[in-house]
């Protein structure tokens, strides 16, 4: 009786993980393409590079509610392995993808210093200030959950760094409001380009190898608590 109990408590955590997740989700993917648009329509290079950290965010977040879900469903030892696989090559991708946004920003935002960009300050600061907000519900939603599982922890620690990356762009749109220093924006841009790479909460940020032994450690692990469990019923 003891088991089933433990077991119930284990799913509706499960549950309750997945939904905030799911929530999160949606959350930062809608504001993932208006920031990805104003930093269009604003000339804002800062924006584009917050927006591919966004992008970070979403990933994390898709990846800990697809690893979620598959803790729901019934053990296999073969298709558990493929899930760990699939998870390493989305991080991968992921990875890859923001080498090639921060290489376009590095790029981009030298050429920016030496011939500036007018940037439209004050749809630069609402954006950002609605991504902070964004970050901070985020947050709210991962923190009941992220001390219980480790997807939830890496996405929590995702949407903490994007935080920073906000804060940043926010004090970059004020600088220039009140200085009219337009070479602001590159300089912020680059900043969080160079800030997402080495980001931690994210198995994309670590060396393949690492990440391996992680996702094959956490198999490993998982295979040998569900022998155990068999032999005791």
Known sequence: ??????????????????????????????FLIAELIGSFVFNSLALLSDAAHMFTDSAALAIALAAVKI?????????????????ILAAAFNALLLFAVAGYVLWEGIGRFFEPAEVQST???????????????????????????????????????????????????????????QWVDPLVAIGIGLWVLPA?????????????KACRGEWIFRRSERRSRQRRE
Not at 200 to 212: A, I, L, N
Request: hydrophobic letters at 45%; glycine letters at 14%; a positive charge.
């Open 71 to 87: 803790g729901q469903r019934p053990a296999d030892d073969a298709r558990t392995f493929g899930y760990r696989r699939f998870e």
């Open 123 to 181: 749809g630069m600061l609402i954006v950002a200030a609605i991504g902070l907000v964004v970050n901070l519900i985020a947050m709210k939603l991962l923190s009941a959950g992220k001390e219980s599982s480790l997807n939830v922890k890496g996405a929590y620690l995702e949407v903490w760094a994007d935080m920073l990356g906000s804060i940043g762009v926010i004090v970059g749109a004020l600088v220039i409001m009140f200085t009219g220093w």
């Open 1 to 30: 009786m003891a088991h089933d109990h433990g077991g119930g408590a284990h799913n509706h955590a499960a549950g309750a993980n997945s939904k905030m997740l799911a929530i999160a989700l949606g959350l930062t993917t809608a």
């Open 200 to 212: 931690p909460g994210s198995c994309s940020r670590t060396p393949p190898k690492s990440c391996w």
